[in-house]
């Protein structure tokens, strides 16, 4: 790794965490606030009017504890989309941007290896998607603390939360992939955010249920699994460790692509 | 073998576009010019030299290291200025250098501070700002800051204005004079015959010529025989000529016409219109 160029896209990451964080501060404490322990009758309502569209955003409520209610609001859609359209913006920054401009030229032009150059540049969009991940958690469990005390386990929400780390490194890892394979900046980000865009309308239409829900077997957010995280589920983690897996795979596969492409610079 | 050495390198781009079967070789405190018409090929040979390009057939080499296996190894030792210079637009131009020093791993700022006064660089500035000019002095700067062995420059005068140009040649003439090697593609007749001892030029991704520019002159020289009323004129016009009378017949004198390196490469770089 190289810290010079660590340093200076974590830099270049940090207008765009802060504006992610600050999306998701609102959205966070908006839905921690909005959970009622004797009755969270408007949202279950709302559930009754249009079952459809709130299954498909995951919102599916059925569990009675703060975990529970966090984990159909908050990680059926928030915490997945909003910290993946940061990767994809990140991991295309990372790469094909470079590529595409020429400013990779400089990059090469050192004595620094390519698979230094790689290293580098998934660890910052790691570090990136982990204090992400990091600044939520610490503002979930804050935001519990003071509104509800006592109501959110801690070992409950670091599962959520890890569970989460994995399936961002799975779209981080992916992006940075689609990053280092494409010298065009469109096609880069055309194919990332087409691809997990579209994975996740799949998973939208799964969890309509009935007839629409086999088409989970067809995408990745099925082996995130919230509920199954909360309690601790054997299958939970392996989908989990799937995810983790695969992101080491498309890691590995992104850093040997990088070293070996060729860069009209 | 040389410092810089091309191989038979060969890449196709279909439509006859590439380079093909080029082989050069450029030793060490050498300084040689690159010359072709646009699309020749020249910038494609340098990306082959900097380990951007893998070479489809053939090799490069660079102190005898493969370009494209040692690159890093390569470069701890070489300078770069890109044909078309694109940086990090957001940072300034001090930042930048800054971080190129770091980023190079250099213990100090080298030579930067004398190479930003040498080309009365402004570097304060945020480089999506800056003038072509601009950004080529710090491109310049980039390239010669940690004073490397080999230099590899494509186009390096592009966009600097006279004065800044030949400060530049002075500068490559420096450099010769310290025993660099050193590799420069240009469009500037007057900036290539002022520095290079030798001179490749590129046509169709071919190397149609290949010699010192002494040498390239030599070989298109013209000469005509002109006859005039009697000695005396001959010997006048010889005199104002640069003439030779001729020996035998006193009123005869024979003038040589040499081209310019201008017109030798217009001729170089014309040949492909005529086809």
């Known amino acids: ?265 | 073998m040389g410092t810089i050495d091309v191989c038979d390198l060969t890449r196709d781009y279909g439509n006859n576009k590439g380079v093909f079967h080029l082989n050069f070789s450029i030793s060490e405190g050498e300084v040689f010019g690159f010359l072709g018409p646009n699309g020749a090929g020249k910038t494609t040979t340098i990306r082959h030299l900097m380990g951007f390009l893998k070479a489809q057939q053939g090799s490069c080499t660079i102190g005898g290291l493969d370009c494209w296996k040692d690159a890093a190894q390569i470069q701890k030792n070489l300078g770069y200025i890109p044909g078309e210079i694109a940086f990090f637009d957001e940072m300034k131009g001090s930042a930048y250098l800054a971080f190129l020093q770091s980023y190079r791993g250099m213990k100090n700022a080298g030579r930067t501070k004398e190479l930003i006064d040498r080309f009365s660089l402004n570097p304060d500035g945020k480089i999506k700002k800056m003038s072509k000019g601009m950004k080529q002095k710090i491109g310049i700067v980039a390239a010669f800051m940690h004073d490397p062995a080999i230099l590899i420059l494509d186009e390096p005068t592009s966009g600097l204005d006279p004065l800044m140009q030949n400060r530049f040649v002075e500068l490559i003439m420096e450099e010769k004079k310290r025993g660099k090697t050193i590799l420069m593609s240009s469009h500037l007749f007057e900036e290539v015959e002022k520095t290079c001892d030798r001179i490749g030029i590129i046509r169709s991704g071919q190397l149609v010529a290949l010699d010192d520019a002494q040498s390239l002159c030599a070989r298109h020289v013209k000469t005509y025989t002109v006859t005039l009323e009697n000695e005396e004129t001959a010997l006048c016009f010889a005199k104002d000529f640069d003439g030779v009378q001729n020996a035998q017949q006193r009123n005869q004198v024979t003038v040589t016409a040499k081209q310019t390196l201008e017109e030798i490469f217009l001729h170089y770089y014309g040949e492909e219109q005529q086809k």
């Not at chain 1, 209610?69 to 470079?98: D, E, Q, T, W």
């Not at chain 1, 940075?176 to 309308?201: P, R």
Request: glycine share 8%.
């Open chain 1, 1 to 265: 790794m190289n810290r010079t160029l660590y340093k200076k896209e974590m830099k270049g990451s940090f207008k765009l965490l802060l504006i992610f964080a600050g999306i998701l501060t609102m959205y966070i404490t908006m839905i921690v606030g909005m959970y009622d322990p004797d009755l969270s009758d408007a949202i279950r309502q709302f559930e009754k009017l249009m079952p459809d569209l709130m299954a498909a955003v995951g919102m599916t409520g059925g569990n009675d504890t703060l975990g529970g209610f966090l984990s159909s609001y908050l990680y059926g859609m928030i915490m997945i989309v909003f910290p993946m359209v940061y990767s994809i913006i990140r991991a295309n920054g990372l790469a094909a941007k470079y590529v595409d401009r020429g400013s990779m030229a400089f990059l090469l032009a050192a004595p620094v290896k390519r698979v230094t150059i790689a290293v580098t540049q998934l660890a910052a969009l790691i570090s990136g998607i982990v204090l992400l991940l990091i600044y939520c958690t610490v503002l979930e469990y804050t935001a519990a603390q003071i509104m509800f005390p006592g109501e959110l386990p801690f070992a409950q929400l670091i599962r959520l939360n890890a569970g989460l780390l994995c399936l961002q490194l799975f779209i981080g890892a992916f992006c940075f992939l689609c990053s280092c394979i494409f010298n065009e900046s469109k096609h880069s980000v055309a194919v990332s955010a087409g691809v997990t865009a579209f994975m996740y309308v799949l998973q939208m239409l799964a969890n309509m249920g009935g007839k629409l829900e086999n088409i989970k077997h067809a995408t990745f957010f099925t082996l995130f699994r919230p509920e199954g995280l909360l309690l601790a589920n054997t299958s939970a983690w392996i989908g989990a460790a799937v995810l983790f897996f695969s992101a080491v795979c498309f890691s590995v596969a992104a850093i040997v692509i990088f070293k070996r492409k060729e860069m009209q610079v």
